[in-house]
Antibody, heavy 119, light 113 residues
Framework: EVQLVESGGHLVEPGGSLRLSCAAS????????MNWVRQTPGKGLEWVSY????????YYADSVKGRFTISRDNAKNSLSLQMNSLRAEDTAVYYC????????????WGQGTMVTVSS | DIVMTQSPDSLAVSLGERATINCKSS????????????LGWYQQKPGQPPKLLIY???TRESGVPDRFSGSGSGTDFTLTISSLQAEDVAVYYC?????????FGQGTKLEIK
């Protein structure tokens, strides 16, 4: 079964750090570009970051640039998001999502992990 | 950044009737070299992640019922549900994946009238 499972979401104080992980299974992870997308409670979807299949190309939303770092370990079928200098506005459900090589759209999504930034 | 604007924000349609959701991008998402629109439609039900319904603006993802269809090109796109079923109650988002940041529309909440 094709699956993405996020973990690492937690309550953290403003200015703190958190590392999210996404475990992939059921497909050739090393062949696919990956993304992080977040959704604030009751609000819409915001793309956060992209990493190419090899890890050589990386993009960030302006809202997280310089604070978040995306990475991947193809040997472990794992995607990560290191989040530093967290702010209240980073509070959201964070999803990892695969970018399909066929359609280029985001065809596989995890169930999400909740990050709450609050004192 | 490409801004995606959906209309309406919410929609109530009777069972069996047609539902139409519009999406407009602030610049074209048509890749001239491939003649493909880098535009997708997603369905999100409460407590679930988004689910890809349509890609390339008009191609249904595998397993998606044929009552869902997408149309449009360039900057103006439409998602149509030909005969609304109870299980179609959800929020629908369009997304451009033409260039980063890969922006989403604000969402359209679809309910039963």
């Amino acid at each position: 079964e094709v699956q993405l499972v996020e973990s690492g979401g937690h309550l953290v104080e403003p200015g703190g750090s958190l590392r999210l992980s996404c475990a992939a299974s059921g497909f050739t992870f090393s062949s696919d570009d990956m993304n992080w997308v977040r959704q604030t409670p009751g609000k819409g979807l915001e793309w956060v970051s992209y990493i190419s299949s090899s890890g050589s190309i990386i993009y960030y939303a302006d809202s997280v640039k310089g604070r978040f770092t995306i990475s991947r370990d193809n040997a472990k079928n794992s995607l990560s998001l290191q989040m530093n200098s967290l702010r209240a506005e980073d509070t959201a459900v964070y999803y990892c999502a695969r970018r399909s090589t066929r359609s280029r759209a985001f065809d596989i999504w995890g169930q999400g992990t909740m990050v709450t930034v609050s004192s | 950044d490409i801004v995606m604007t959906q209309s309406p924000d919410s929609l109530a349609v009777s069972l069996g009737e047609r539902a139409t959701i519009n999406c407009k991008s602030s610049q074209s998402v048509l890749y001239s070299s491939s003649n493909k629109n880098y535009l997708g439609w997603y369905q999100q039900k409460p407590g679930q992640p988004p689910k890809l319904l349509i890609y390339w603006a008009s191609t249904r993802e595998s397993g998606v019922p044929d009552r869902f269809s997408g149309s449009g090109s360039g900057t103006d796109f439409t998602l149509t549900i030909s005969s609304l079923q109870a299980e179609d109650v959800a929020v629908y988002y369009c997304q451009q994946y033409y260039s980063t940041p890969y922006t989403f529309g604000q969402g359209t909440k679809l309910e039963i009238k």
